[in-house]
């Protein structure tokens, strides 16, 4: 099974740009690559951040963009967004009985279960004890099937502690939430940077915005450092036990001309 992740996508409202780059003109050409690649995939899942201060101007914007998107889409919430002007525009995305954008997708993998994260006034993230209760009847569900995990925050450090102090802070309930159930992976958005390692034995992988990223800076910064590091989406290719992960710099389209010498004298 093959799946497209795409994250931290910033919209803004229509000729506004974000530290000089136009997010609208940055998805649509990460949907051309995707329509392009990956028109194959069972599903592309966005992880959030869908606009940059969620205003509804911006989400109309998101909206005219996916219509041009040819396989299947899930949208998350992040900590930028606003849950009341995205359900507004997106009246199709599923919310849970209380109201949080989470549902399951039932793949040919296994359960795909997407998280809100969301908490209004704050850039951290939250999972509430009624999301907990949620999320652990939905691997009671899934029992004996695969489970991966969706959200935008992570629910741990990452070592950059400008984005550790903004992380998921409910970090022991979500651990119980999860706890004896077969996580194979969580895929997170968030810290705009290719991000992989393990928590408490689960995978994990994050990826870079489509717009603005965070640098390799473990200094204890005030405030959060930008950087211009390429845009990327990930292919996520799960076939049984084995979950590969790939990074992919869509606007970087620089092949080696075939015929080019591998090897030529140093200046
Ligand atoms: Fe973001």
Redesign the pocket.
Known sequence: MKLIQVS?L?FVPPGTRLFGIDPRERLAAAVSDINERHADAELCLFTG?LADHGAPAAYGALREVLADLRLPYRLLI?N?DNRANFTEAFPGAPLDENGFVQGAVRSSAGDLVLLDTHEPDTHAGAYCAARQAWLRARLVEAAGRPVYLFLHHPPFDIGIPSLDRIRLLEQQGFAAAIEGAQVRHIFF??V?RPVSGSWRGIPYSALR?TVHQVPLDFGDKRSMPYSYEPPAYNVILISGDLTVVHHHDFLNRDIVPPGTERYSAAD
């Open positions: 931290d910033h951040d992040g930028h958005g968030h705009h915005s």
